[in-house]
């Protein structure tokens, strides 16, 4: 029958080893929560409440797909790094006891004619929701609330100019960390977890953050933990290195109203099942480094031997700012001196012109006609 269905091709032994062992996954969501990279992000169609909408609804199915399976949630602010959800010291085991206790308690205080002081700040939530869901869509839009309306003019102000930027290798060492801790200090023989991070971002620049970014992406290469890189508005390369380092999904989002359907059709699979599917791949990597002495990204630089530090142009001081390194002043001033450009023709011409100089200047001579 093999024969007849077409599925020899498929390797029985190792298929079935992965589908019988169903180990669980964990999903570290890293969303960008820069205020001005989100105000020009609506101009390409989508909002920052609609993009968390449908992050809410990937996280669901996310969770849907195993009992077993976890979720983290951390903003990447201008400022900070922030938990949305788990936050460290709140307990989650009475949020749906609370809304079911509420929803039983709502006719009687109607009758009554007055409500408690209590159930005013609570979040309105639907009571026939599944309760991990409820739980997650709460603490997510309870404290993406509070950290926005924590955010003055002055956060996202850089040297006088506004910038939108914001803390991303801080959120993916949070990230590494909260990895690590899960599963870090696991034996051999107990439960096991897959785990990889996602990041949405909308931030243009992180020339900066090269050097944590980079350790970051390292770490997370010798941990085996992916990263995926959903991204809206401009390509930022330290991204596309991440996802090809770690092996991880990069998606450029040509229609961010559409942002659902990505993330459901690419970033929803764990790397497992991303063996057996044909998923979206990049054309070309920009792996072009940032210097250390004006954070610009530069095709060609200059390299500490000791360090391995990327210079724009060659220290004035003549040492590494980085290892304190002094470096040979011959190797300087012929580093420093400007290439001298001569070109094939005026070569030509000079040889020509002096040949004719020499031939005239032998006696008993003429030219004959050309």
């Keep these: 029958m093999n024969a007849v269905d077409g599925s020899s091709h498929v390797p029985q032994d190792g298929f079935a080893s992965e589908l019988e062992e169903e180990l669980p996954s964990l999903l570290v969501l890293v969303l960008d929560t820069s205020p001005l990279g989100w105000g020009g992000a609506q101009s390409a169609g989508i909002s920052l409440r609609e993009a968390v909408a449908s992050l809410l609804i990937f996280i669901n199915s996310h969770l849907a797909l195993n009992h077993s399976n976890e979720v983290a949630v951390i903003a990447s602010h201008p400022t900070c790094v922030k938990y949305l959800y788990p936050v460290p010291g709140e307990d989650y085991s009475m949020v749906g006891r609370k809304s079911t206790v509420a929803t039983g308690a709502e006719s009687s205080e109607e009758t009554n004619g007055h409500q408690s002081n209590g159930d005013q700040n609570e979040i309105p939530?639907?009571?026939?929701?599944?309760r991990q869901f409820r739980v997650v869509n709460e603490s997510v839009m309870k404290q993406l609330e509070l950290?926005?309306?924590?955010t003055s003019p002055s956060d996202i102000e850089h040297n006088g100019r506004m910038t939108d930027t914001t803390?991303?290798?801080g959120a993916l060492s949070v990230s590494l960390a909260y990895i690590n801790r899960l599963i870090g200090g696991v034996n051999d023989d107990g439960p096991k977890v897959r785990a990889r991070i996602m990041v949405v971002s909308v931030c243009s620049d992180l020339s900066s953050q090269y050097v944590p970014i980079m350790n970051c992406i390292f770490a997370a290469q010798k941990m085996k933990v992916p990263i995926d890189i959903c991204k809206i508005g401009n390509s930022t390369g330290f991204l596309e290195q991440a996802a090809d380092?770690?092996?991880?999904?990069?998606?450029?989002?040509?229609?961010p109203r559409g942002m659902i359907q990505y993330l459901l059709t690419a970033f929803l699979p764990d790397r497992v099942l991303r063996k057996h599917l044909v998923l979206?791949?990049?054309?070309?990597?920009?792996?072009?480094?940032?210097?250390?002495c004006h954070n610009k990204i530069v095709d060609i630089g200059y390299v500490c031997n000791i360090c391995l530090s990327i210079y724009c142009e060659p220290p004035a001081d003549g040492s590494c700012a980085i290892c304190d390194t002094i470096f040979d002043p011959k190797n300087?001033?012929?580093l420093l001196?400007?290439?001298?450009?001569?070109?094939?023709?005026t070569?030509?011409?000079k040889a020509k012109k002096k040949k004719k100089k020499e031939f005239e200047s032998i006696p008993g001579l003429t030219p004959g006609p050309s």
């Design 167 to 169: 803390l991303m290798s």
């Design 280 to 292: 979206p791949t990049q054309s070309s990597i920009d792996f072009r480094a940032a210097c250390f």
């Design 245 to 255: 380092t770690t092996g991880g999904v990069y998606m450029h989002l040509e229609h």
């Design 337 to 345: 001196k400007k290439p001298v450009v001569v070109t094939t023709a």
């Design 332 to 334: 300087l001033a012929e």
């Design 147 to 150: 950290l926005l309306l924590a």
């Design 125 to 130: 939530s639907d009571a026939s929701m599944y």
């Design 347 to 349: 070569q030509k011409f």
